[in-house]
């Protein structure tokens, strides 16, 4: 019996070195609230790493996996780190995401022991480039110039032109709001210098999107830019002001300073057909929530009018087009379809995306004319085609299916 016991006894303590064993070869993430963090880091003097990650997040769940469980990643980043992992959607992370401006997941972000952001990086790696950045990151963190130094220079009143703008460049490099920097930089700028053309594409290249006089400025005199520098400036310009500012304005039902901004976004110059895309999406949500019928008639014509005209083997060799370039990587064995978290669920949603998108635009329209008052026979006729197309596309989709049954009892 005594040797039963010592057996399992041995069993189970070996059991224990070994979970233990197992627990320490990759990343230890620090359990608590944010509060506790940071008083440990205050304690024990060192940098903070933080994993800024979502539920449904695949290369989030690549780099648990494959990357934060191995030896030389934990013995790195133990040794030099307290490390905390964040999720973007949930309790606190939401107002932490915010603070940290983190748009993309994952995101990696490295705070001194102050919580005051130093470094800040975007996006999978494989273990030795994610090593890497723990070394440029407390290189980053003994730089003078680090952000946090920069913001404790611009909080301690200093204003010079220069240092502005190396600050403003900090920010950009690490997606930060730069709002207020900007703005304060802008009031440096001589009358002789705001109409210039490289004025105007710095402005341009640093604007966020949020309300600011350097955002004003841009809008009142961008014509004034030359057209190669328009052509370099409308990406940045379509991101910040469009997708973002004027989303922003839609989602948060700030509808007043939404037209502006779209005026603006429709003027950008050389806009791409999915930027455009874009911009009439915008405008049907904007005419949905103010109740603006020609508003929404207008948009939704512009909607659904290219994919409701594409052939049904268009569709189908654009769907294989899409499917054999992602899959090319995994035939030619250039990648490893078991180290990609849903890999078999993927492969089914490739085989027709690009046919959903065609259907997902045409339900967007048909949806939006469902609001239509009734005497608006022909728009409520042509959205019930576009959503039996939908349904034609995807027939097991079972709110194409509810949206042609509503639609039927709207058209006449």
């Keep these: 019996m005594k040797r039963f016991v010592s057996i399992c006894f041995f069993m189970w303590y070996g059991a224990s070195l070994f979970g233990q064993t197992s627990e320490k070869k990759g990343i230890q993430f620090f359990e608590g609230s944010w509060q506790q963090l940071l008083a440990q880091a205050g304690k024990t003097?060192?940098?903070?790493?933080?994993?800024?990650?979502?539920?449904?997040?695949?290369?989030?769940?690549?780099?648990?996996?494959?990357?934060?469980?191995?030896?030389?990643?934990?013995?790195?980043?133990?040794?030099?780190?307290?490390?905390?992992?964040i999720d973007a959607e949930k309790g606190e992370g939401k107002n932490l995401a915010m603070k940290y401006n983190v748009k993309a997941y994952p995101t990696y972000l490295f705070l001194n022991s102050k919580g005051d952001l130093v470094h800040k990086v975007v996006g999978e790696r494989e273990k030795k480039t994610f090593i890497n950045i723990a070394d440029e990151a407390m290189k980053a963190g003994s730089d003078k110039n680090n952000l946090a130094h920069l913001e404790k220079t611009y909080h301690e009143?200093?204003?010079?032109?220069?240092?502005?703008?190396?600050?403003?460049?900090r920010l950009s490099a690490m997606n930060m709001d730069n709002t207020a920097v900007l703005d304060a930089y802008f009031k440096t700028i001589s009358t002789g210098k705001l109409q210039e053309d490289a004025t105007l594409v710095y402005l341009a290249n640093q604007v966020s999107g949020k309300q600011s006089a350097a955002l004003d400025h841009l809008i009142r005199y961008y014509d004034k830019l030359s057209i190669s520098s328009k052509e370099k400036t409308t990406n940045r310009l379509f991101e910040k002001v469009v997708r973002n500012a004027a989303g922003l304005a839609i989602t948060e039902k700030r509808l007043t300073v939404y037209p502006a901004l779209m005026a603006f976004g429709r003027q950008l110059y050389g806009l791409t057909e999915k930027q455009k895309a874009l911009v009439n999406r915008y405008d049907l949500m904007y005419y949905g929530l103010?109740?603006?019928?020609?508003?929404?008639?207008?948009?939704?014509?512009?909607?659904?009018?290219?994919?409701?005209?594409?052939?049904?083997?268009?569709?189908?060799?654009e769907d294989k087009r899409r499917y054999d370039k992602v899959m090319q990587p995994f035939i030619s064995g250039e990648k490893d379809s078991t180290k990609t978290p849903g890999f078999e669920e993927e492969k089914k949603y490739l085989l027709n995306e690009y046919t959903m998108e065609i259907a997902e635009q045409l339900y967007t329209a048909a949806k939006a004319f469902t609001g239509l008052?009734?005497?608006?026979?022909?728009?409520?006729?042509?959205?019930l085609k576009w959503a039996k197309r939908c349904r034609e596309l995807k027939p097991d989709a079972k709110v194409f299916t509810d949206l042609v049954q509503t639609l039927e009892t709207l058209a006449p």
Aim: aromatic fraction near 16%; glycine fraction near 6%.
């Design 157 to 169: 009143g200093n204003r010079d032109p220069l240092f502005l703008r190396h600050y403003l460049d």
């Design 290 to 317: 103010t109740r603006d019928y020609q508003g929404i008639k207008n948009a939704g014509y512009k909607i659904a009018a290219r994919p409701f005209a594409i052939p049904a083997d268009s569709l189908r060799a």
């Design 45 to 85: 003097n060192k940098m903070v790493f933080i994993d800024v990650y979502t539920d449904w997040c695949g290369p989030c769940k690549y780099m648990d996996k494959f990357v934060f469980t191995e030896q030389a990643v934990g013995n790195k980043y133990n040794l030099t780190f307290i490390n905390y992992k």
């Design 373 to 383: 008052p009734p005497t608006e026979h022909q728009c409520l006729a042509d959205a």
